[in-house]
């Protein structure tokens, strides 16, 4: 990895057939590519999974080994976080120890809100480090025209900034101690 940047995994957690998180996924990664330390990696379940179970051959596990940091793009469905992205997280173990997580959420009335706080607990377990900041769409089909653009971008745009900048601090900061102590958790 080139001095100066780090290597993000953008986990598109939603399989659902009809699902939002194309479009939510395609704005944020528009947000990445703002930015010059950082070389992501979209991961999209949907194309790794067969009925919830990771395939053989996408290489999941090396590719989140791989990564610096993740952020997670996940739905609330029924006050929780889909069920495939939980299978997929817990196929990999090591690999997200002592590297920051960071949500961008959607949903209804919460905005995906309580998929993130469940998933805290669950990166916590995994010696994962999760940032406070998250960016959150409520009624994310109202939010977005039909070009996938945020109808106000503002905001939105202001708190992916934010939540990247962390994801960066956290990302060198923890690289450069594994690089100096691997983490023993």
Do not use: C
Request: aromatic share 10%.
């Amino acid at each position: 990895m080139p001095e100066g940047q780090f290597q993000l995994a953008l986990i598109v957690g939603s399989v659902r057939e009809g699902r939002f998180a194309p479009v939510i996924a395609n704005w944020f990664l528009g947000q990445v590519e703002r930015r010059g330390d950082v070389v992501v990696d979209v991961i999209d379940l949907a194309d790794l999974t067969d009925h919830g179970m990771p395939r053989d051959g996408g290489g999941f596990t090396e590719r989140i080994g791989a990564a610096d940091a993740y952020v997670v793009i996940v739905p609330e469905y029924n006050h929780g976080y889909p069920g495939p992205l939980k299978t997929a997280i817990d196929t990999v173990r090591v690999e997200w120890r002592a590297k920051p997580v960071g949500f961008v959420t959607y949903g209804g009335v919460s905005g995906g809100l309580r998929a993130a706080e469940q998933l805290r607990q669950v990166f916590a377990e995994l010696h994962a480090v999760t940032v406070r900041e998250t960016v959150s769409f409520h009624q994310a089909r109202t939010r977005f025209d039909s070009e996938g653009e945020p109808v106000e971008p503002g905001a939105v745009e202001l708190a992916a900034k934010v939540l990247l900048d962390q994801l960066a601090w956290w990302a060198f900061t923890l690289r450069a101690g594994r690089d100096a102590r691997p983490y023993g958790g």
